[in-house]
């Protein structure tokens, strides 16, 4: 079955930087673009960026801009998040989520499945 | 403020039926054409529950619907159960080509 298996969670230090992995089975994991969306506890969900398996590419939200880096590894099927200069509002669960499309193309596609959430804690 | 509203809570009674709305509040997320409903357990990862404004995914009951008139898309939940207390969340491409998520509804069976 189509799965997402991230890392465990992470306990950083303020400055420093994490990378979380996302690794991807039961599919053809370069047909697929991967997304990845945080959760701060308590609050709602909010999307951070795209990547493509397929080339490499990515689209970050303007938030994030600066501070996040989406890679992937096709020998391994697993794609990264890697957030710098941690703050302690960076707290939170990160999800990695595959993107589906049907004939509505890009614009019409939907997050499934979703991986099960990697938390990272940043304190000092 | 999520360009994406949705009430913070609703509630209802087993066996009602209850529905949670979202409102595109912002021309960015343009054409509003596309819109999928995610259930969250706590502490658990988000699950789809409509796609496409209207399309349930296999292995979701029939009992979750959706629908969308002009700026507003509406998740609807049947004959509510205990085990459909959760938070459900609207998602919805941009014109920006980013995507954003409503601010989430708790929903309470009483």
């Known amino acids: 079955q189509v799965q997402l298996v991230q890392s465990g969670a992470e306990v950083k230090e303020p400055g420093a930087s994490v990378k979380v992995s996302c690794k991807a089975s039961?599919?053809?994991?370069?047909?697929?673009?991967i997304h990845w969306v945080r959760q701060v506890p308590g609050q709602g969900l909010e999307w951070m960026g795209i990547?493509?398996?397929?080339?490499?590419?990515?689209r970050y939200a303007q938030k994030f801009q600066g501070t996040v880096t989406m890679t992937r590894d096709t020998s391994t099927s697993t794609v990264y998040m890697e957030l710098s200069s941690l703050r302690s509002e960076d707290t939170a669960v990160y999800y990695c989520a595959r993107y589906y499309y049907n004939n509505g193309g890009y614009p019409s596609g939907w997050f499934d499945p979703w991986g099960q959430g990697t938390l990272v804690t940043v304190s000092s | 403020q999520s360009a994406l509203t949705q009430p913070a809570s609703v509630s209802g009674s087993p066996g009602q039926s209850i529905t949670i709305s979202c409102t595109a509040t912002?021309?960015?997320?343009?054409?509003?054409?596309?819109v999928s409903w995610y259930q969250q357990h706590p502490g658990k990862a988000p699950k789809l529950m409509i796609y496409e404004v209207s399309n349930r995914p296999s292995g979701v009951s029939n009992r979750f619907s959706g629908s969308k008139s002009g700026n507003t898309a509406s998740l609807t939940i049947s004959g509510l159960q205990a085990e459909d207390e959760a938070d459900y969340y609207c998602?919805?491409?941009?014109?920006?080509?980013?995507?954003?998520f409503g601010g989430g509804t708790k929903l309470t069976v009483l």
């Open positions: 912002s021309s960015d997320v343009g054409t509003y054409n596309y």
């Open positions: 998602s919805s491409y941009t014109s920006s080509s980013t995507w954003v």
């Open positions: 990547i493509n398996p397929s080339g490499g590419t990515t």
């Open positions: 039961g599919y053809t994991f370069t047909s697929y673009y």
